[in-house]
Structures are given as structure tokens and as C-alpha cells.
């Protein structure tokens, strides 16, 4: 009875001291694992210095650019600075607040899937070997939980371990199913597709297998059509196979940028008719206070009327459009729908006379300017450039073949164009270019008597180097109540008093009676 009572207790201490002995080496893990999660930390808190130092560094620009943001963001160096802080430089940032540090420490803390399945923690041996039975099962809870990605390691362990079970666990067919699905879902199209192949050798009429391996095709198909296409779009010359040499610079790109540059200027013989005259359109309101007129060209008319736009009303037109801002858009020709295209590159806002006394002001204004009637004009366009921004040469007028140009207006083509303080503007068919005045406007017309676009009045917006550009522009159509011309001295009709415009319709001209004074033509100039 003792001698059983001592065995009894010698085998319960030998037990015990084997599990000890066992513990001992879970406390060797443990350290490792302590050790690397301070390691962790550490390197978390290094992240978060160096991001403290970014913020920093972005908020002292921030506040140097809100204490006078027209300064700041005219300054081309800062202007490019910011922009480089919003691209290049944040994306570092992203970087950094994306990098998973830790990453590298769970790798030295996380086990395996073949560590575990041989029964190993850190390297130490605990217990048995998991079976292929047992590590399909845990793939299929990974599965079941949306993780595919430890789904495909326990299946894949699984089908090692079944080629190496005497009497197999697990049917391979059931690890080849979870095995494909999961790699789809990694995105692997082909090896699911292989896998899913290798389980029909297996299992001809498996349904869900025969279902996977059409819907695998059809989507390696779709890929494959996509990718061609991707690649002609790379072989193609710029601009598609629509490009031709002539399209390649349509209006005389190389001129527009000479003139942008200040190279040509108007010959002496061309400036000496040029003339400078207070004019009142017959305007009772405007005896008082003429306007004053710059001529700018000759044939075709291109008129510079100054001090028309007051520094409230800039102001206004300002306030009310920039929450408005959009990426300003072209009229296709063919469709007449809107689009975006890079050879404009600004943003616009509209504004109508309703919003504010000062846009109906202005709206007042060009028809006191012009003579003509806005009733039917379009509503005040106001556009912002920034460092970059411009519009290459260009018509405002729409051409005989494009039919659909401002058809949903019903308003007919446009017949003039008045452009607020004037930005640098430039005409290549004419050679002019026009700097920038603020509250001044330039006006022309944009058809003949007859009615078809007068090809001179092409004209471009100079990309901007410095500072930013504010226009807006009033664009005056041939149909509405009481339309008339204000024929400014030269008129290409010959003193007729009416003409048929492209659409058969007949517009009545008054000739104007004007109040003028000759000035010094250097009005421009302060």
C-alpha cells in the first residue's frame, strides 16, 4: 500500500516537473516576444516624430500664405512650392502614415502555418503534428471568416501534408475547391483556373467546379480584350487616329506664343491711325461721363473701353463665382454638348443679373458699351487662371458646319464679345496682343454684316507666369427684342441698314450718332 502511495506521488512529481521544464521554455518565448513588441513601440514613436515634423513644416507655410493669400499665391515660387507640398511632398507623407511598421515585428512574433502544423512555437516543439484533415479545417474557418489569404496557406499545408499521410485525411478535391476560390480572390485569375482544372481531372462533374471554370475563362477573356485595347491607345499617335498634321496646330500656335512673349508688335505705320475718343452711344446717362475708347486694331474693330468695371463690383463678381468654380469647358462642334479640353485650361463660373445689383450693373454697362441688347446675351461668364492656366487660339463664334453650337440657347450665334479687365489676351490672325488693365474690357465683333464668322477675331488667353488672371465675359447672340449694332464709325456694310445673318433672319442696324473727343492714345499706360 505505501510503495503504491510512493509511486503514486513519484509519478505526480515527475509530471510536474516535466511541465515546469516546459514552461521554462514558453518564458524563453515570451522574452522574445516582449523584446520585440518594445522594439515595436519604439519604432512607432520614431513615426510619429518625423510626422510632428511634417506638421510643423506645413503649418508654418500655411500660416505665412493666410496672412496675405493674393500675395502668397501670385508669387510664382510660392505657388509652386504649395503645389509641390500637395503632390509630391504629401505623398511622402502618405507614405509614411501608410507604412506598416509593424509588419516586420509581427513576422518575428507570428507563427507559421508549417510551424504550427508541426507542433513548433519560436521554434520549440510542443506538441504533435496537426493532421491534412486538420489543416483543411482551420482553412476552412479562415475561409468562412472573408480571410483568403491564410485560406490558401492552411489549404496549401493541407495538400502537402496529404501527400505525405499513409491513410489520407482529408479527399484532395475538397482542398483544391477552397484552394481555387481563395486564389481568385487573391486575384490570381490563371492559377485558379489551373487549380480548378487539376479538381476536374479529379472530379469531371463537379457542379461547382464546372460553373467557376466558365466564369474564370470569361473574365481571363475580358482582361485580355482590355489589355489589347490599352495597348493600341499606347501605340497611337497623340490625339487618336483623327490627328493630322494640319490639326496639329490649327491656328497658329507658334504666332500665339511669339505674341505671349511680347516678340511682335504692331508695325508703326499700323499704330499711327489708331485713335482714342470719349464716346456716349447717344446715352443721356453718359453725357456726363463718356466712356473712354481705345482703338486696339482696325478691321477688324477690337475696341479697349477703360474704367468700366469699379473695384466693388470686381469685388462681387469675385465672391459670388469662386464658390462656383468649375473646370471650364469647350462646346463640341459636332454634338454641341460641353466638354473638357486641354487646350483650356481655367475654371469658370456663371452669374446671372438677379443674383446681385452689381452683375445687373454690369449687364446695363455692355449694352450702354455696345448698343446691342443683353435681353438674349448669355449670362455673365467669370473665369480664374492660375500659374499655367490659358486658352489656346480659339473663335467665339460658331462655323456654318457646326450646327449644334448653341442650339439649346434658340439665340442664334454670337454676334459680339465683351471681355472685363482685360487679361493678356492676344489675336494671332491679327498680330495684336493685349496686357492686362484691371477694370478695363475689350469688345469686338465676331461676325460680318452678312452674318458668317469673321475669321480675324481668333484670339487665345496667354498662359499665366505669375499671379493669377481673373475675366469674365458677356457673350451678346444675334436673335432678341430690339437688337442693333453699334457700327463705331467703320461698319462692313456700307451704310445698309439691315442685313440677313447665316440663318436667314434680318437684323435692323441703327447707325449711332457718338459725342467724340480726340485723347492721347496712352491710356494704357501708368
Known amino acids: 500500500m505505501t510503495s503504491l502511495l510512493l509511486l503514486t506521488v513519484g509519478f505526480a512529481n515527475c509530471e510536474v516537473f516535466t511541465a515546469l521544464a516546459e514552461l521554462e521554455n514558453l518564458l524563453d518565448t515570451e522574452a522574445v516576444l516582449i523584446s520585440t513588441l518594445e522594439n515595436y ?7 510619429t516624430d518625423l510626422l ?32 509641390k507640398r500637395l503632390t509630391t511632398d504629401w505623398k511622402q ?14 513576422a518575428n512574433i507570428s507563427l507559421d502555418t508549417s510551424s504550427l502544423a508541426r507542433g513548433e512555437i519560436n521554434g520549440v516543439k510542443y506538441s504533435s503534428e496537426l493532421s491534412a484533415a486538420d489543416c483543411f479545417e ?6 468562412n471568416n ?28 475538397d482542398i483544391l475547391e477552397y484552394l481555387a476560390f481563395s486564389t481568385y480572390k487573391q ?21 461547382r467546379a464546372l460553373g467557376n471554370k466558365v466564369y474564370y475563362e470569361e473574365e481571363m477573356e475580358k482582361t485580355l480584350v482590355k489589355k489589347g485595347r490599352r495597348r493600341i491607345r499606347r501605340n497611337r499617335p497623340r490625339g487618336g487616329k483623327y490627328r493630322t498634321p494640319a490639326m496639329a496646330d490649327p491656328y497658329g500656335k507658334e504666332h500665339y506664343e511669339m505674341l505671349c512673349r511680347g516678340e511682335i508688335e504692331l508695325p508703326i505705320e499700323m499704330k499711327s491711325k489708331l485713335r482714342c475718343r470719349y464716346i456716349n452711344n447717344n446715352n443721356p446717362f453718359l453725357k456726363i461721363a463718356p466712356f473712354k475708347v481705345e482703338e486696339a486694331y482696325l478691321k477688324p474693330d477690337l475696341l479697349i473701353f477703360h474704367d468700366v468695371m469699379s473695384d466693388s463690383e470686381i469685388e462681387t463678381v469675385k465672391r459670388l463665382a469662386t464658390p462656383r468654380f468649375r473646370r471650364a469647358t469647350v462646346q463640341n462642334s459636332q454634338t454641341g454638348e460641353l466638354e473638357i479640353a486641354q487646350y483650356r485650361i481655367s475654371k469658370s463660373a456663371w452669374l446671372k443679373e438677379e443674383e446681385h445689383k452689381h452683375i445687373d450693373d454690369i449687364s446695363q454697362r455692355v449694352t450702354d458699351m455696345t448698343g446691342l441688347t443683353v435681353e438674349t446675351a448669355e449670362e455673365l461668364q467669370v473665369v480664374n487662371y492660375g500659374i499655367g492656366g490659358h486658352y489656346e487660339p480659339h473663335f467665339d463664334f460658331a462655323r456654318r458646319d457646326e450646327k449644334n453650337a448653341f442650339k439649346s440657347l434658340g439665340t442664334g450665334n454670337r454676334i459680339a464679345t465683351v471681355l472685363f479687365y482685360v487679361a493678356l489676351l492676344c489675336s494671332p490672325a491679327i498680330g495684336v496682343a493685349l496686357w492686362p488693365k484691371k477694370g478695363t474690357a475689350a469688345f469686338w465683333y465676331n461676325l460680318h454684316a452678312s452674318g ?22 458677356k457673350w451678346i447672340h444675334e436673335r432678341g427684342t430690339g437688337v442693333q449694332e453699334a457700327l463705331y464709325i467703320r461698319t462692313a456694310t456700307g451704310g445698309s441698314d439691315s442685313v440677313m445673318n447665316r440663318e436667314g433672319i434680318t ?7 457718338f459725342f467724340t473727343l480726340i485723347l492721347r492714345c496712352d491710356l494704357h499706360i501708368e
Open 146 to 173: 472573408g480571410d483568403y489569404y491564410h485560406t490558401k496557406l492552411w489549404m496549401r499545408e493541407a495538400d502537402a501534408r496529404l501527400n505525405r499521410e499513409a491513410n489520407e485525411t482529408i479527399d484532395r478535391s
Open 507 to 513: 437684323i435692323s442696324l441703327y447707325k449711332t450718332v
Open 452 to 473: 458668317d464668322g469673321d475669321k480675324l477675331t481668333r484670339h487665345a488667353a496667354c498662359p499665366v507666369l505669375a499671379g493669377v488672371k481673373w475675366v469674365s465675359n
Open 93 to 106: 507623407v502618405e507614405t509614411l502614415m501608410d507604412t506598416d511598421i509593424r509588419a516586420d515585428y509581427v
Open 52 to 83: 510632428k515634423r511634417y506638421v510643423d513644416i506645413y503649418q508654418k507655410q500655411h500660416n505665412k500664405a493666410t496672412d496675405d493669400v493674393q500675395t502668397y499665391v501670385s508669387n510664382p515660387i510660392n505657388a509652386y512650392t504649395l503645389v
Open 187 to 207: 486575384g490570381n485569375l490563371p492559377l485558379a483556373l489551373d487549380l480548378t482544372n487539376k479538381l476536374l481531372e479529379i472530379l469531371p462533374t463537379h457542379p
Open 138 to 143: 482551420l482553412g476552412r474557418q479562415s475561409y
Open 41 to 47: 513601440i519604439r519604432a512607432e514613436e520614431q513615426k
